[in-house]
């Protein structure tokens, strides 16, 4: 970004907090597609992801009085998607232990998986599906500064300012995300080919 484009952002959000709701929306229409990008991949589910990212504008829209406008105002969106990512992780693995306790108790555990169609896909979507659910799968630690430094387009240092550590342990967990993503990616390949046969 540069310094014109900084100053036009401070610009529009300095109208915002004034009340301005032109200026918010033109603040949501330039950040919307990275953002969106940045949750799906974090959460791995489009729907998800959309919901998200509503959620993410309604709360930056309630909270602008708190807005830091010495800091760009993409930084800060992303940091309320990111803690709304969070929230939502939270829900879902409640979800998933409470319909696994569910399932058990009913003793109906993979009917529904067994009932299910397969839906052909292209190649392509199968290798996307399969990149979003590896991803969504990493550990937050892993998960949050790749995504921020691929998908937001954040330098390591920027990352680390965002989670509140150091340039290096970014740099390390970067490296082990996609450690991470290569064997699961792999594996799935494998798996995949195995079932071919």
Not at 27 to 41: D, H, I, N, Q
Not at 80 to 86: E, G, P, S, T, Y
Not at 95 to 116: K, P, T, V, W
Request: charged content about 35%; overall charge neutral; some cysteine.
């Amino acid at each position: 970004m540069t310094d014109g484009q900084d100053e036009d952002e401070r610009q529009l959000a300095a109208a915002a907090r004034a009340g301005r709701r032109a200026a918010f929306d033109e603040l949501v229409r330039r950040e919307k597609g990275p953002l969106y990008r940045f949750v799906r991949r974090y959460v791995g589910n489009a729907d998800d992801a959309y919901d998200i990212v509503q959620d993410a504008f309604v709360s930056a829209w309630l909270a602008l009085e708190r807005y830091d406008s010495r800091q760009p105002f993409a930084f800060w969106l992303r940091a309320i998607a990111l803690n709304k990512c969070r929230d939502h992780g939270r829900r879902q693995s409640v979800r998933r232990r409470i319909l696994m306790l569910l399932s058990f108790a009913s003793g109906s555990a993979g009917e529904a998986e067994l009932d299910a169609p397969e839906q052909p896909e292209a190649d392509e979507e199968r290798r996307l599906r399969r990149l979003d659910q590896a991803i969504s799968a990493l550990p937050k630690q892993y998960k949050e500064p790749l995504l921020l430094t691929t998908v937001s387009g954040l330098t390591q240092q920027q990352t680390a300012e965002q989670l509140g550590t150091s340039t290096k342990a970014i740099e390390m967990r970067i490296r082990r995300a996609k450690r991470s993503l290569a064997l699961a990616l792999s594996d799935a390949a494998a798996d995949e080919g195995r079932g071919e046969e």
